[in-house]
């Protein structure tokens, strides 16, 4: 890979070219709910599409850019870094709501493209495609951010994520996803019918690092080492993907350094998430979203994440600590019931409210083995308590 003037950019080598055309030309399912048919579409289809409809309505695409894990994987794909959704960033003009809008119809309406020729597509609306075919949208309009995201539902969780960007100012969350791979020249080289993608063809694609230097967050990423910068402008602090690198053997880039990262990013996430139910919430959305087909590491992420949240959360009141650790316990052992797993009881102690009639002075009719102590029920309300040999 060689270096390009600034140290933000570099270019692709051919073989990582050939990578991201593979990318760009896998069929990707997209899964309908009830009877709606799945739509088996190509990246590039979709980019071409969307882009064409959106010139039609008269909105201006500055680039298109591959984001995130994806573009990960391509940089460096030999170190074992998976990538689920396929996020790519259309760089747009949304000044008023009336472009929101714009955007929001001219995707919708692209789906309809990718319809098997036998469906009626008179009586399909914009409407009907959001029902049957989107997973999410959001949209974020403040002074200093303004875009929008449609994510297309795939049931093994590689969701077409198509995120419309005016301006946004946090673009990255830690070094190794901080990569944005321009397309456009590679979208050339497909809209041209007569040109194949060849070494011939001396095809020049940009990558760039939005955390800064190209080349450390590519020794990061080949390293597998964890480094970000102000996770406090991050919303939820980034703890969340934190907690997921740390649980695919990624490591701190700087140990004494993560330690006040890791005060910051609890910080953050308790802020945007005061309550305990929204913290669950969120918790569950992210391993619902991130850990499709693999079941087996939900539990090792949510005990590296109750971890990382007893040694380094300084903003919560004792009681409000102990509430978030306990939702991190109960949802840990809810996982391992869900896969049969029974946990080592020696490091587990319930407490629990025992039925009425067990207080009733009037109640004696149970059994206490010959030379056994006998036991002594108390009213404790319902409590997990983790030892610290387990986390």
Excluded at 103 to 132: I, R, S, Y
Excluded at 203 to 228: C, P, Q, W
Excluded at 327 to 332: Q, V
Excluded at 334 to 357: D, F, H, M, R, S
Aim: hydrophobic content about 35%; charged content about 25%.
């Amino acid at each position: 890979m060689t270096e390009d003037l600034d140290h933000r950019f570099s270019s692709l080598t051919w073989e990582q070219i050939k990578i991201l055309d593979q990318v760009l030309s896998e069929v990707i399912p997209i899964h309908g709910r009830g009877n709606f048919p799945t739509l088996d579409v190509k990246l590039k289809d979709v980019i071409h599409v969307v882009k064409e409809q959106l010139t039609e309505k008269q909105i201006s695409v500055r680039d298109i850019r591959l984001n995130g894990s994806t573009a990960s994987h391509i940089l460096v794909e030999q170190n074992g870094t998976s990538y689920k959704d396929l996020d790519i960033i259309f760089g747009v003009e949304l000044p008023s709501e009336l472009e929101f809008q714009v955007v929001k119809e001219a995707v919708l309406n692209c789906l309809l493209d990718f319809l098997p020729k036998c469906v009626n597509k008179e009586k399909m609306t914009a409407q009907t495609m959001k029902d049957a075919y989107v997973q999410k949208m959001v949209k974020v309009s403040t002074n200093y951010d303004r875009w929008s995201l449609i994510s297309l539902s795939n049931n093994s969780g590689k969701n077409v994520e198509l995120k419309f960007v005016n301006s946004l100012r946090r673009q990255f969350e830690f070094s190794v996803d901080s990569f944005q791979i321009t397309l456009d020249s590679i979208l050339n080289v497909y809209k041209a019918t007569d040109c194949k993608l060849t070494e011939d063809s001396h095809l020049t694609v940009i990558a760039e690092s939005m955390y800064g230097d190209f080349n450390e967050a590519m020794y990061h990423l080949r390293y597998k080492l964890i480094s970000t910068r102000n996770p406090e402008e991050i919303r939820g602090g980034g703890l969340l993907k934190y907690s997921n690198l740390l649980v695919r053997d990624f490591k701190p880039a700087d140990k004494d350094e993560i330690k006040s990262l890791e005060r910051y990013m609890c910080s953050r996430f308790f802020i945007d998430f005061p309550d305990v139910a929204e913290q669950q919430r969120k918790i569950e959305s992210y391993l619902r979203n991130h850990f499709i087909g693999e079941e087996k590491s939900k539990y090792d992420y949510l005990m590296t994440l109750r971890r990382v949240v007893k040694r380094s959360t300084v903003c919560l009141m004792g009681y409000e600590r102990r509430q978030t650790l306990n939702m991190i316990t109960i949802l840990a052992l809810k996982v391992l019931g869900e896969q049969n797993i029974i946990p080592n009881a020696a490091n587990v102690t319930c407490y629990y409210q025992p039925a009425p009639y067990i207080s009733n002075s009037n109640f004696s009719n149970y059994y206490i083995a010959s030379g056994q102590p006998p036991v002594f029920y108390q009213p404790y309300p319902f409590h997990i308590q983790i030892q610290s040999d387990m986390v």
